[in-house]
């Protein structure tokens, strides 16, 4: 089964301390895509990051970036000078080679306090 | 702007009643996708398109259809078998290729009444 854990629920940090969302996820594939999305209160799902498993370098965008351990299918995000805007649900998702599925996690609320 | 539109941004259905929710896209893409999201959950896959007049069901089709007669439109029907069709309903679009990224309308919220 393909699954995707994300163990914790919700997080609160202050602006611009540094925080670190995690995610494991569960595939006997080799070949696939991973992504963060976030979710404001508006509720439109918005792309974060991605990146590819064959790539060893993580991916970074702005303020954004991964810790990809495929080893140990570990896929987590750290969002520097993180501002009240980037409060939010927080998807990790994954997606096959070739398949047409994304697979989500359950979230994590991420609230960031003034 | 190129993006994708949901409408209607909220939709009440009676009992036994079929609603229609509208997906439209101009940013080219070939794939399409609805995802029904349940609260405090992930999004779960309803039905793909990878090209028009062609689609494939998804985890939870059943109580839903969909239709792709023109490559910008994506309709999806909830119809009376969805025992439980209230959730927020999102609609993707990708262009085909290897994990290509699904980028996402801003949703319907469906509710019975």
């Known amino acids: 089964a393909q699954t995707v854990t994300q163990s914790q629920p919700e997080m609160s940090v202050q602006e611009a301390e540094t925080v670190t969302l995690s995610c494991t996820y569960d595939?006997?594939?080799?070949?696939?895509?991973l992504f963060w999305y976030k979710q404001p209160p508006s509720r439109q799902m918005i792309l974060v990051i991605r990146?590819?498993?064959?790539?060893?370098q993580n991916a970074t965008e702005n303020r954004f970036s991964v810790n990809f351990q495929k080893a140990a299918k570990s896929f987590s995000l750290k969002i520097s000078d993180p501002q009240l805007g980037d409060t939010a649900m927080y998807f990790c998702?994954?997606?096959?080679?070739?398949?047409?599925?994304?697979?989500f996690g359950q979230g994590t609320r991420l609230t960031i306090n003034p | 702007d190129g993006g994708i539109t949901q409408s209607p941004k909220y939709l009440f259905r009676k009992e036994g009643q079929n609603v229609t929710l509208s997906c439209e896209q101009n940013?080219?893409?070939?794939?399409m996708y609805w995802y029904r999201q349940d609260p405090g959950q992930g999004l779960r896959l309803i039905y793909y398109?990878?090209?028009?007049?062609?689609?494939q069901k998804g985890d939870i089709a059943e109580g839903y259809s969909v239709s792709r007669e023109k490559k910008e439109s994506f309709p999806l029907t909830v119809t009376s078998a969805q025992k439980n069709p209230t959730a927020f309903y999102l609609c993707?679009?990708?262009?085909?290729?290897?994990?290509?990224?699904?980028?996402f309308g801003p949703g319907t919220r469906l509710l019975v009444l």
């Open positions: 398109s990878q090209i028009v007049n062609d689609f």
């Open positions: 990146q590819e498993a064959y790539k060893q």
């Open positions: 595939t006997s594939e080799s070949n696939y895509y």
């Open positions: 993707a679009s990708s262009i085909l290729g290897l994990g290509e990224t699904q980028y």
């Open positions: 940013l080219n893409h070939d794939a």
């Open positions: 998702a994954f997606i096959i080679q070739g398949a047409q599925k994304l697979v």
